[in-house]
């Protein structure tokens, strides 16, 4: 019929998109209590049956950064702005040391295999197999002696050396599905070794870059035992405060928590919304036949 | 040798030996014969935080001799040192320390000095009848868990493999569970599951008209932690299978509808072959989670009721920090590794023989 639209392939309508709609609102339902509940009052909050109508107060995110720890004592500062920074960093910068060491490496064991290729691999698979409890005593103790305890460049290593094992792997099964004759011929050509990683291997990998830094960054955003023993009062991250004000006086201020919550989902998403168009992008290069 | 049989040789393009005694940046043995008399003289005549800077200067020049000396010629290794040495001290290392301390008789709120027991600690690991209790529940979550992981997941990969409206904002919507930090999360769903305000019990309550407590009972537990951590790692799952799935070249799809190929057919011949490796990924990574999870059980139901839901992970935590028995602790999580890394070998194993099968 003429006015049915030629669909191409990859491409779908908008029954699709109802459907996937109500798949993603139950995967987002309970993030969005979690938001709304930020801007609740006490009394709404603990309502029974839940309110969904109620007037929006900021109180809870002001008492985020401003907040009186005891009754009729002043507000003092939190320094959540400190904390919320400290995240930022701390988290930003151990992701991208983790894709440049991991992804030369994953480079290194894809297209020049040593000896020993799958020990080297499976050994890097094993640092991630234990509870962090068993190494948390040698780790602590090894920052003491170092002096890196309560430092940014302690616990940005120890996060790098986290995110390594993932993203040695995922990076490398990507290299692995390159086909060869792009490289060969760019080699052929006359192309350094440099030349040819950036340029061709580089860009085809893109949604496998893109993919493991979003791994990375919500692992190293979220990560609670380690920040909590390594880093200091001037280092501290988000996850420690927030449990910090949780295990205090009144019992859990749900208010409080969701505000928090809240604000910290914030750069997590604008950093995915950022990436997303290269992890949907995926690989054009049409012209070889595997 | 002389200097211009050197230059013949390079000329024609066979490794040249730097003779021994050249200083060359790329002359690592004599920088490590330097180094081996530096440092000892430098530690015994010197005061200890001078010789320590001259130590640490003797060590980068033989490390920086050796990269000089690799360079363009051992591409492997080069690329894959910095990966490896920043992961042997950070995590290789103290493994290997905590191992050893397994061997010892260590307990962390006492200041006393450990005492050497052999294999004591794993023998009465070994004995204790509530680790195979524990080790059947861990076994449970985990094989629920991840399953539910990996079905929802693929599924949901499949959705919005292809483009339809609004794609970008729904696959972030889908992505949020994953942002959550495990306090918010095990607070949060432990407040959904509570029986007076949480939401799954007044809506229940709905068509019931009674209070639901879905933490009473060890199923009811059990399903509460599998649907929040499923809940909240198969978008993981989707993100990886989904990364895969577009990097297949729209060709080949062209070429399977104009032979007119079935759906299954051309999933079996084109899909899966490139989803392949990162399904694999996503199984062998979400299944080392699984067995590490302490987070989300310990938040929701501390283990309960009783000790039903107690998974090894809440266990060792239970051993080590309430009753401080440190290497107890550390043996018994040396055998789970043990049982982890058979259970990967096994995996890595079976897929590697499908892979020279298919080839």
Request: net charge positive; glycine share 6%; proline share 5%.
């Amino acid at each position: 019929m003429a006015w049915q639209r030629q669909r191409t392939i990859g491409e779908a309508g908008w029954g699709r998109t109802a459907f996937a709609g109500v798949i993603s609102f139950a995967y987002f339902f309970p993030v969005l209590w979690i938001i709304l509940t930020a801007f609740k009052a006490n009394n709404d909050i603990l309502a029974i049956p839940p309110k969904w109508l109620f007037t929006p107060t900021l109180d809870n995110f002001v008492e985020v950064f401003f907040r009186a720890y005891s009754k009729g004592a002043e507000a003092v500062d939190t320094r959540f702005d400190l904390f919320f920074f400290n995240s930022i960093f701390i988290a930003g910068t151990s992701v991208l040391l983790a894709l440049l060491i991991g992804t030369l490496a994953a480079y290194g064991f894809s297209r020049y295999p040593l000896r020993g290729n799958e020990t080297y691999l499976f050994i890097i698979l094993t640092t991630r197999m234990l509870p962090p409890i068993v190494v948390i005593i040698p780790i602590f103790l090894m920052f003491r002696l170092a002096g890196l305890s309560g430092t940014y460049l302690g616990i940005i290593l120890l996060y790098t050396a986290f995110n390594l094992p993932f993203t040695v792997w995922m990076m490398k099964s990507f290299f692995d599905e390159l086909s060869p004759e792009v490289e060969d011929a760019a080699r052929m050509d006359g192309s350094s070794e440099t030349r040819v990683f950036f340029k061709i291997c580089l860009p085809q990998v893109g949604a496998g870059l893109a993919a493991t830094a979003v791994f990375g960054l919500i692992l190293t955003w979220n990560e609670f035992l380690f920040a909590l023993l390594l880093t200091g009062v001037e280092t501290r991250t988000v996850p420690v405060a927030m449990a910090q004000t949780i295990g205090g006086d009144i019992g859990v201020r749900w208010g409080l928590l969701a505000a928090i919550e809240t604000l910290f989902l914030v750069p997590v998403i604008v950093v995915v919304f950022v990436l997303q168009h290269h992890l949907l992008r995926g690989v054009t290069f049409g012209t070889i036949k595997r | 040798m002389s200097a211009a049989t050197t230059t013949m040789a390079a000329a024609r393009g066979r490794r040249v030996r730097a003779p021994f005694w050249q200083p060359r940046w790329s002359n690592w043995r004599l920088a490590l014969l330097l180094a081996l008399v530096v440092i000892p003289a430098a530690v015994l005549a010197l005061p200890l935080d001078v010789a320590f800077w001259l130590a640490l200067g003797a060590v980068a020049l033989v490390a920086l001799t050796a990269v000089v000396n690799a360079w363009g010629r051992h591409h492997g290794g080069l690329l894959v040192a910095p990966a490896i040495g920043l992961l042997f001290v950070m995590n290789i290392f103290p493994l290997m320390w905590s191992f050893g301390l397994s061997f010892f008789n260590f307990r962390a709120n006492r200041a006393a000095p450990p005492t050497f027991t052999g294999l004591g600690n794993y023998e009465r690991v070994l004995s204790d009848p509530v680790i195979w209790d524990r080790l059947q529940t861990t076994a449970l979550v985990v094989v629920l868990t991840v399953v539910c992981q990996m079905v929802v997941g693929f599924l949901l990969a499949l959705l919005f493999e292809k483009k339809f409206p609004g794609r970008r904002v729904l696959l972030m919507l889908v992505l949020t569970p994953m942002m959550l930090s495990f306090v918010a999360v095990g607070a949060f769903f432990r407040y959904y599951y509570e029986p007076t305000f949480g939401l799954l019990s007044q809506a229940v309550r709905l068509f019931t008209g009674e209070p639901f407590i879905l933490l009473d009972t060890t199923g009811g537990a059990l399903a509460g932690i599998v649907f929040a951590d499923a809940w909240m790692w198969s978008p993981f799952v989707m993100l990886l299978v989904l990364a895969g799935l577009v990097s297949v070249p729209q060709y080949l799809y062209e070429a399977a509808e104009i032979d007119r190929a079935s759906w299954w057919r051309r999933f079996r011949t084109i899909t899966f072959p490139y989803i392949k490796g990162l399904l694999l990924l996503a199984l062998l990574f979400r299944t080392i989670e699984a067995f590490k999870l302490f987070d989300v059980v310990f938040l929701i139901t501390e283990g309960g009721p009783g000790t039903s839901t107690e998974t090894i992970a809440v266990y060792v935590n239970r051993l080590a920090f309430k009753y401080f028995r440190t290497s107890q602790s550390t043996a018994l999580v040396y055998i789970l590794l043990f049982i982890v890394i058979v259970l990967t070998n096994l995996y890595l194993y079976f897929v590697q023989r499908r892979a020279a099968e298919a080839d």
